[in-house]
């Protein structure tokens, strides 16, 4: 059964001067303040949505090579993900850069970043980003 996820933006004024209130319907986890400055310049307390996409990539990654590890037999004791989207007015988004560190007992370097590889391919979201340059940095800690 397919699941759906809800979120809306409130926005008020024009681009540059107004600003918007994200809300995440489904969980419930709360609004947060956007505006064209948070985007484009600095955050200032505020989020974008490259940020949104940024924690979307880490958390589908993190699930998509958890599994593939936990399948092929050497489950994963922890992933820290970070994904890093990078935005240039006029342009859009230009690329996301991968950054996983994992402990997985009993597996090595060239299989952990072949698993990495394997999931920043696959995962849900990478496949939505399709046309964006999606690169990795893989390493076992």
């Excluded at 809800?6 to 001067?17: D, F, Q, R, S």
């Excluded at 303040?33 to 484009?40: E, F, G, K, L, M």
């Excluded at 989020?47 to 489950?75: K, Q, R």
């Excluded at 993900?81 to 988004?93: K, L, N, R, Y």
């Amino acid at each position: 059964m397919a699941t759906k996820r809800v979120a809306h933006t409130v926005w008020e004024g024009e681009l540059i001067k107004g600003s918007g209130t994200v809300t995440f319907d489904t969980s419930g986890i709360g609004d947060y303040p956007v505006t064209w400055a948070s985007r484009a310049e600095t955050a200032n307390g505020r989020t974008s949505p490259e940020e949104l996409i940024a924690a979307a990539h880490s958390s589908c990654f993190s699930m998509a090579l958890s599994n593939g590890l936990t399948g092929a037999g050497n489950p994963p004791a922890r992933l820290t993900t970070q994904a890093e989207v990078s935005f240039q007015p006029g342009e859009g988004i230009t690329g996301i850069h991968l950054t996983v560190e994992g402990q997985v007992p009993g597996l090595d370097a060239e299989a952990f970043t072949a698993a990495a590889e394997d999931a920043k391919a696959n995962c849900p979201v990478s496949q939505a980003l399709t046309g964006t340059t999606i690169t990795l940095t893989a390493k076992l800690s």
